[in-house]
C-alpha cells in the first residue's frame, strides 16, 4: 500500500467510524427531515408526497441500479434524494380523506417509541437478546388473549408467563398469524398415536395413511382472505381443498351450506381440519354467525379459527363488541393490531384458547430454545423478530380501554352516518352496509336509478357494465387527482342478481376523517362523475331511451 | 346522558385527538428520551440499561396484568414507567463488549430514517399502499442478487422491474427466508403434470401417490439452523426427513457422507427435495463445500439452498468472498441485513437464481395481487409489510461497497487477532478457528492443560466434564456481572474425541469493538475464573494427582 492509499483508507475509515459514532447534527438534511417528522406529521405527509400521481414506469428509472454502489455516500445527500424519489411518490396512508385503505394516522407517541424499539434492537426470539422484552410481550398477547376469551384471573396467573406454554404468538403480520393458527390445526388433528410419531415428525403423506383420510379441508366463506390460499398450500394441504362456501344476502357465509358441504366431504372420506370464521371481511366488511360455526366445528371435532385481523379490534368496544358473538369459542383468532389498533405496520397476533396449542408446533434447539426457558422462539413461525410488542403495549396503555371505546365506536358510528348519506343522496347508491367500519356505494345518476328499477333483466346487466366502467373512471381519477382517496372492488350483490359490480369502498377508521371530508368525497365524485365521456353519456342515453 | 357525563366524554375525546395532532412537546419526558436517543445512542444505552441482573420472575412481576387498563395514560408517565421496567432491563446488543450476539452497533442514520418509516406506514403487500416503496424494495432485492450471483446489466434490467417475476423476497428474518426457499423447491419438485395439477392445488399426499415417492428428505449438515426443521414440519416433509450429515473436524459438512445417505434414501424411494449448504453455522461459523453440493445438488437433480443468513454479508468483502465459493450456483439463499449488514431487526431476505422460481408459490386474488400487477404479495409467504426495505437500501447506499469492504474485513481480521490472542495465551484453548468472524474458546489454566496431554481418555473425560462446569461459571457470571458479554455452546470437537465440550462463542461484528476490548474479556474471564469455589479447585487438584 503506498503513503497515499493508506491515508485515504484511514480518511475513509475514519468516514465510516462516524456513522457509528457521530450523531446527525441538528442542522444536518436527515435531522431536519425528522424534525418535521416530529412536530407535524401531517404536515410533513402532505406537503412532502406529490399530489399528481406519476406513472410507474418513471418512478422504477429511479431504482434501476442493480450494482451496490461502490463508494459511500454522504447521509445529507441520500437524505435528499429519498426525499425526492422516495417520500414524494409513496402514499399518504394517513391522510383523513384516504378513506380507502386499512391503515389509518398513528397517535404522535409511536414515532419517538419505534425509534427508541429500534436503538435497543432487541431481538425476540430468545431471552438472552431480550430481556423484559419478552414479558412485556406475553403481557401484550395476554391482554389480547383475555380481550378475546375473558378468562379468570388465575387463568391468566397460571399461564401468562409459563415456560412451555403460551397464549398467542406476536407475528409480522395476520398471514404468518393464520398460518400458525391452521399449522396448530393440522398438526393436533394429524398428531402422535401408537407407532405413528405424529406429522410434525414423520410428514404429511405417513400421517395421511396412518389416519387413513383421503384428505384434508379447510372450510371459508368465499370471501376469506387470500392468506387462507397461501396456508393451504404450504401446509401441504392444497389449494383445492380450502373449500369456499357461499354468503347470503349479506355477505356473511351460509352455515347451513357449510354443514352440507362438510357432509359431502365426510362422504368422500376427506377430513375437515379447520372451520374459519371470518370477522371482518376484507372486502365488504361483515362478520360470518360465529355461534353457527362455532356448533358445527364443535359437530364436526375440528378446529375453529376466526380470522379478525381487521376486525377484531372491535372487540375493544363494549358498544360493539356482540358483533364478534361467538369469536370466544374460537381455538384461536388473528388480530392485526396495525389495522385498527392505530399501531405501525408489522404487528399482526394470533390467540390461542388453550395455553398448550402451540406445543403443536414446539421446536426445540439443542442449545437455544432449550426446554423450560422462556424463549418466544420455541413456539412461533417466525424466528429473530423486533420488539413490535412494545409498540402495541403502548398503544394499549396510553389509549386505554376507554380511548379505544371512543375510537372504535367513532368509527363505526362515522360509517353509519356515511351510509345515511349516500342512501338520503339522488345519486348514489349503497351496495353493502356498515357491519363495522367498512362499506361499500357507487354513483348512480338519479334518472338511471329511475330507468333501471323499470328495465328488463338483460337491459339492467347493460344498465350494469356501464356503470362498472363509470365507477372504476371515478376511482382512477379521483386517486390520480390526489385530494381523496377510496378503494375499489367487485362484487356480486344477490340484489343485483350477482351480477359483477364494480363498486367504492370506504374504511372508516381514521379519526382525523370528519364529517364534512365525507361530504366532500361525494361531492368530488359527482364531479369527477361529470367528466366522464365514455360512460356516463351512454348511460344517460340509455335510460332516456327505456323510459321513452 | 347528564351535563357532567358528556362534559366529560368531551375532554377524555379532545385528549384523545390530541395524541393524533399535537406532537410531543420538546420538554416532555418521551421527547427528552428521544433526544438522548439521537445525540448519543451509546450513552442512553449504557446509562439506561442497569448493569447488573435482576431475575426474569422480578421482571414479570411488572408485567403481570392480564386486563388491558381502562383509563388512559399520559404519554410521559408511560415513558417514564417503560425507562425504569423495560430498557433498564433489556439487552445492550450494541454494546462494543458484548461480543456474543449477532447484532451489533447499529449506524446512526438509521434512527431517523426508521422514524421516517414508521411516519409514512407504507404496506409493502401492494403498490397501491406502497407505490415507489415497491420498486425501491426490487431494487434491494436486485442488489442482493447481484451481490451473490453477479449476471450481467441485460439479466436485470429485464428481471428486476418484471411484473410478473422476482429475483428473491424481502421477508421479517431467516426463518421465513428459509421456508420461502424451500417451499418453493417443493412446488416445483411435485410440479403439475399430466392431469395432475401440482402440490400447491392438490395437496402433498395426491402429489406423493402421483410420483410414487415414499418421502421427501433434506439433507443438510448436522450443525444446520433449526429454522430448518420448522421448514421441513410447515411443508409436511417431516422433521425426521430433514437428515442431518456429519460434519468434519472444521464442522464442515462431509460431502462424501451427503452422498452416500442420498443414495441410501433413493433406494428407499424418498426423495432428495433439496440440499441445503450452510455459510456460517450458528455455533461456529463454518461454511459448507457449496462447489461439492451444488454438485451433488445437480447429480440428484434437486434444490440447491443456501443458508447464509449470517455469512452471507461476507459477500460485501472482495478479500473474502471467496469464502463462500460456489453461492452462486445455489437455486436460493438467505441473506439477513439485521445480522452483519448492520440494519436493524426484521430485515431478512431470500434471493432466487431464476427469475421465475417464485411462480411455483404463487399466488393472486381475485381483486389485489392481480396477474400482471407489480404488487409484492403475490410472491411472499408473509402479507402485508412494512418498508424495512428502505433501511437496506439506506446501508447498502451510504455505507457503499467501499465501506463494506472495510467493515466485513476489519470484523474478520479482527476475529483471527483474537483467535491469535488465545493461541498465545496459556490460560485459554481456541476450540474453532474463526473462518468469518465467529470463533469459539475456553478457558483452562495451565497447568490443566499440561495434565490434559497426559492424561487417559477416561481421565481426559473427567477434566473435560470438571471444565464445562467451570465455562459455565465464568460465562454467567461474566454476563451478570454486565460489563462484557460472551455466548456459549455445546461442542462435540474432534480433537476431544467428540466429547460434549461447553465452549464461549464470540462474534465479532461491531466496529467498535477495539483490541484493547479483546484483551479485556480475557482478564476479566481469568479474573472470574478464580472466583469459582466448585470446579476450579478440583480441577487443580485432579492436575496435581495426574502429575505426580
Request: some cysteine.
Amino acid at each position: 500500500m503506498t503513503e497515499l492509499n493508506k491515508r485515504q483508507a484511514t480518511a475513509s475509515e475514519e468516514a465510516l467510524w462516524r456513522i457509528f459514532t457521530v450523531p446527525e447534527a441538528p442542522d444536518s438534511t436527515l435531522s431536519i427531515i425528522e424534525q418535521n417528522i416530529s412536530q407535524n406529521l401531517a404536515g410533513f405527509l402532505r406537503e412532502s408526497i406529490v399530489a399528481v400521481e406519476k406513472p410507474l414506469w418513471q418512478i422504477e428509472r429511479d431504482f434501476q441500479a442493480h450494482q451496490i454502489p461502490s463508494e459511500p455516500k454522504f447521509v445529507s445527500d441520500y437524505a435528499e434524494q429519498m426525499m425526492e424519489k422516495l417520500v414524494a411518490h409513496s402514499v399518504h396512508t394517513a391522510a383523513p380523506s384516504f378513506i380507502g385503505h386499512m391503515t389509518s394516522a398513528l397517535p404522535y407517541f409511536v414515532l419517538p417509541l419505534s425509534k427508541m424499539m429500534v436503538g435497543l434492537n432487541q431481538n425476540l426470539v430468545k431471552i438472552e437478546t431480550s430481556k423484559a422484552f419478552t414479558p412485556l410481550e406475553r403481557q401484550v398477547i395476554g391482554m389480547m388473549h383475555h380481550l378475546v376469551y375473558g378468562e379468570a384471573d388465575s387463568f391468566y396467573k397460571k399461564w401468562m408467563h409459563s415456560a412451555n406454554h403460551s397464549l398467542g404468538a406476536f407475528c409480522s403480520g395476520g398471514t404468518i398469524a393464520n398460518i400458525t393458527a391452521l399449522w396448530i390445526a393440522r398438526n393436533r388433528l394429524l398428531k402422535a398415536e401408537g407407532e405413528f410419531k405424529g406429522v410434525a415428525k414423520e410428514g404429511l403423506y405417513r400421517a395421511m395413511k396412518h389416519y387413513g383420510y383421503e384428505g384434508l379441508a379447510i372450510l371459508v366463506s368465499e370471501r376469506g382472505h387470500y392468506s387462507l390460499g397461501k396456508a393451504a398450500d404450504i401446509l401441504g394441504i392444497g389449494r383445492e381443498f380450502l373449500i369456499p362456501v357461499k354468503t347470503d344476502a349479506n355477505n356473511k357465509v351460509q352455515s347451513a351450506e357449510m354443514r352440507r358441504i362438510s357432509r359431502e366431504l365426510n362422504e368422500k372420506n376427506i377430513k375437515v381440519m379447520a372451520i374459519v370464521g371470518v370477522a371482518g371481511t376484507t372486502e365488504t366488511g361483515n362478520v360470518d354467525p360465529l355461534n353457527d360455526l362455532a356448533d358445527l366445528a364443535a359437530e364436526l371435532g375440528c378446529h375453529f379459527h376466526v380470522d379478525a385481523a381487521w376486525g377484531g379490534a372491535t372487540l375493544l368496544s363494549e358498544k360493539y363488541r356482540h358483533l364478534l358473538s361467538g369469536i370466544e369459542r374460537a381455538d384461536s383468532v388473528t388480530i392485526d393490531a396495525h389495522k385498527q389498533m392505530y399501531v405501525p405496520m408489522g404487528a399482526g397476533m394470533v390467540v390461542f384458547k388453550h395455553p398448550s396449542s402451540a406445543h403443536a408446533i414446539e421446536h426445540h434447539a439443542e442449545y437455544i430454545l432449550r426446554k423450560g426457558s422462556k424463549d418466544l422462539g420455541s413456539q412461533t413461525l417466525e424466528g429473530s423478530r423486533p420488539g413490535m410488542a412494545m409498540l402495541v403495549h403502548a398503544c394499549l396503555q396510553v389509549i386505554g380501554r376507554q380511548g379505544y371505546e371512543i375510537l372504535i365506536n367513532r368509527s363505526l358510528d362515522k360509517a353509519r352516518y356515511f351510509a345515511s348519506l349516500i342512501q338520503e343522496h339522488s345519486e348514489f347508491e349503497l351496495i353493502t352496509e356498515p357491519e363495522l367500519c367498512l362499506l361499500t356505494y357507487r354513483y348512480v345518476p338519479a334518472e338511471v336509478q329511475r330507468a333501471m328499477a323499470l328495465a328488463s333483466a338483460e337491459k339492467r346487466q347493460k344498465f350494469n357494465e356501464l356503470l362498472n366502467g363509470l365507477t372504476k373512471f371515478i376511482q382512477k381519477t379521483q386517486r390520480e387527482e390526489g385530494r381523496s382517496f377510496v378503494s375499489r372492488t367487485r362484487l356480486k350483490p344477490e340484489r343485483y342478481q350477482r351480477q359483477d359490480t364494480v363498486v367504492f369502498r370506504v374504511v372508516l377508521a381514521n379519526p382525523l376523517t370528519t364529517d364534512q371530508i365525507l361530504l366532500d368525497v361525494l361531492e368530488e365524485q359527482q364531479q369527477v362523475a361529470a367528466l366522464d365521456k365514455e360512460f356516463l353519456p351512454k348511460l344517460l342515453q340509455l335510460a332516456k331511451d327505456s323510459t321513452a
